[in-house]
């Protein structure tokens, strides 16, 4: 019997696939030791609230334990007008705080930012601006077929306007019940009204994946069950945050975005190889030792409401 080149062809695909599905031996590859570097998770906003800075130490990529926390450092943000706001460290290894006092808030819209910190004989600086951010107008609640199948879903929208202006960056947060939506789905963020620059979106309504990019991602975990969960049921809450952000802070969370959306299993094959992403934390010695992390100062508004069914 003749077999055709088509159906060898074809076995060896299903039969390269089977492999890869098949292998299922764990790997512990041995990587390249580094030493620790600084991090530093500074993003300050102006809500009435203490603000908190966190440094840490980079650690081993399958190192499964929580971040070293850095001490003794000296920690400050100093606005365009001279005026200081020290962060002063807390039990807490690794964080540092600044605490309003008699109603203050941090920062004014406009205003340009540095922060620095003193570590060892070295110096780490970087600088934000706070930019405007437009006003949460309203949310609402959908009720409708979840798509692709039968079961009835609700879904929460908020509803903004972009001032007019191009150029404005927003990381919008989504707490549901109190507890922020973080996972690497749900991080929503837009330039203007939309996705990216050049989309012809400034002075406009945000687009409808962002206004909708509010919603939990939980799946269903009931027996026989596929899809998520409804992001919303009687009496859950929503509150929306819209932070205002950098152009270079807009890029971090795409790069964010990028490196921890992973597909998982086979299509991880095809997949954007992993990489480090971009930081605005430098040295103002250039020969001394690097860090990473990222700063930004935010202003904020934010809307509440709690879904009722009609």
Known sequence: MKISNKFIASFLIISTVIGFIACEDKISPALEKADPILVVDAWINNLPETQTIV???????LENTLPVGVSGATVSITDNQSKVYNFNETDKPGYYSWKPIGGEVFGKIGNNYTLTIKLKGEIFISSSKMGRVPTVDSITFETE????????????????????????????????????????????????????????????VFITPIRRGINSRDKDESPGATGNLSPFTEGDSINVQIHSISYPSFNY??????????????????ARPLANVSTNIVNANPNGSKAVGFFNVAAVSSLGKRYKKK
């Open 253 to 270: 969370l795409n790069e964010v975005t990028l490196q921890t959306d992973r597909p998982g299993g086979f299509s991880e094959l095809f």
């Open 55 to 61: 440094l840490t130490l980079t650690q081993p990529y």
């Open 145 to 204: 077929k979840e798509t692709g199948g039968t079961k009835m879903v609700t879904r929460g929208e908020f509803w903004a306007t972009d001032p007019v202006g191009v150029g404005d960056a927003y990381w919008i947060k989504a707490f549901k019940n109190g507890i922020l939506l973080n996972k690497p789905a749900e991080i929503n963020f837009a330039y203007d009204a939309g996705f990216s620059p050049g989309g012809q979106t400034d002075g406009v």
